[in-house]
């Protein structure tokens, strides 16, 4: 039997908007957004909006992360799946509860207070390091693109 297929899993912390769903879904094909952070699954405004960013044809699934492996066996074996998280902590998360989430993009964490710019769209502080140290060596592919196509960023960046 086939089971799901999960292409990607992005680190975004504006869920589903318009590159997500013109660029990075259109490219892998996906038949399925999922995104899996506690806060977006219990705000259904904030998922009517992400909703009509979303591509046509394509099945939107908002789930607390700890829900995951529920959402994955619910859905059609052949699905192709690309799961959108807010930052580091969910994607860690989500390894804890699948061994399926291996290949990371990191497209979008926004600057604050405390962190520091190390790619166009990316800023992280030592805690979000310390997340993807342990995401890389529990297995995890890393890399830093805005959109397909793009070149990866500053690759050890995640880490060091």
Do not use: C
């Amino acid at each position: 039997m086939t089971s799901p297929e999960i292409l990607l899993t992005r680190i975004d912390n504006r869920l589903i908007h318009g590159q997500v769903a013109t660029q990075w879904a259109k490219e892998l094909g996906a038949s399925v957004l999922i995104v899996a952070n506690d806060e977006a699954a219990a705000d259904t405004f904030r998922q009517e909006l992400m909703n009509m960013a979303a591509p046509a044809g394509v099945t939107t699934k908002y789930i607390p992360v700890a829900d995951i492996n529920g959402t994955l066996e619910q859905l059609d074996p052949g699905a192709r799946v690309f799961i959108i998280v807010a930052d580091p902590l969910d994607a860690k998360r989500l390894m804890e509860k699948t061994d399926a989430v291996k290949r990371i993009n990191v497209g979008n964490m926004h600057m604050s207070e405390g962190k520091h710019q190390v790619a166009t769209t990316v800023a992280l502080d030592d805690t979000d390091k310390d997340l993807f140290r342990q995401m890389k060596e529990a297995g995890a592919d890393l890399f830093i693109q805005r959109v397909p196509g793009s070149a990866v960023e500053n690759p050890d960046a995640l880490t060091k």
